[in-house]
């Protein structure tokens, strides 16, 4: 699937597609939200979970390299906790 293509899904068809197809990957805190990582079909997604309302605000593709880092960063601290 491509970014054109989940892009056109509304919120409750990326989700829906994200849960019965996605692997979940990683996650991290972010000014409240919790953002975890899936891939789908090749395609790296954020679910944007807002835990004061208790509510995913969004589910979006990743566009470029450095937001993939931010998972590798939080992978390598917790490998390193975890010795």
Do not use: C
């Not at 054109?4 to 000014?31: C, P, Q």
């Amino acid at each position: 699937m491509s970014n054109r293509e989940f892009i056109k899904l509304n919120l409750n068809e990326r989700a829906d597609l994200i849960w019965t197809n996605g692997e979940f990957v990683g996650s991290r805190d972010y000014y409240g939200y919790k953002v975890s990582l899936y891939v789908l079909e090749g395609l790296y997604v954020e679910v944007w979970y807002f835990v004061v309302s208790n509510k995913i605000e969004k589910i979006e593709p990743i566009e470029d390299e450095h937001s993939l880092e931010l998972y590798l960063n939080v992978h390598e601290i917790l490998k390193k906790i975890n010795q």
